[in-house]
């Protein structure tokens, strides 16, 4: 069974910072690609940075100096470090794993950027 678990939400003041977390079993977790998502209310979900099984990295425009996507294949676990935040990153975040014809999310995780 395909789980991907997302931790690492939560509540932080503007400027703060947050680690999300993505916890896989069930895939072959370094054959994959790796994403984080976010969806905030009322707007459509959008990709926020995704990573290669080679490391290689693409970032959103609008977080693209504040944020940092990274994995461990040993570990089965994927990252997103969020710094410098603010009101408009307030969002759930999802986790995506992809290759070929499979696509799996993960729950989601709040983040909720406000003083």
């Known amino acids: 069974q395909v789980q991907l678990v997302e931790s690492g939400g939560g509540l932080v003041q503007p400027g703060g910072s947050l680690r999300l977390s993505c916890a896989a079993s069930g895939i072959t977790f370094s054959g994959y690609y790796m994403g984080w998502h976010r969806q905030a209310p009322g707007k459509q979900r959008e990709l926020v940075a995704y990573?290669?099984?080679?490391?290689?990295?693409t970032y959103a425009d609008s977080v693209k100096g504040r944020f940092t996507i990274s994995r461990d294949n040993t570990k089965n676990t994927m990252y997103l470090q969020m710094d410098s935040l603010n009101p408009e990153d307030t969002a759930v975040y999802y986790c995506?794993?992809?290759?070929?014809?499979?696509?799996?999310w993960g729950q989601g995780t709040q983040v909720t950027v406000s003083s």
């Open positions: 995506n794993g992809r290759v070929g014809l499979n696509d799996f």
């Open positions: 990573i290669t099984t080679s490391g290689a990295t």
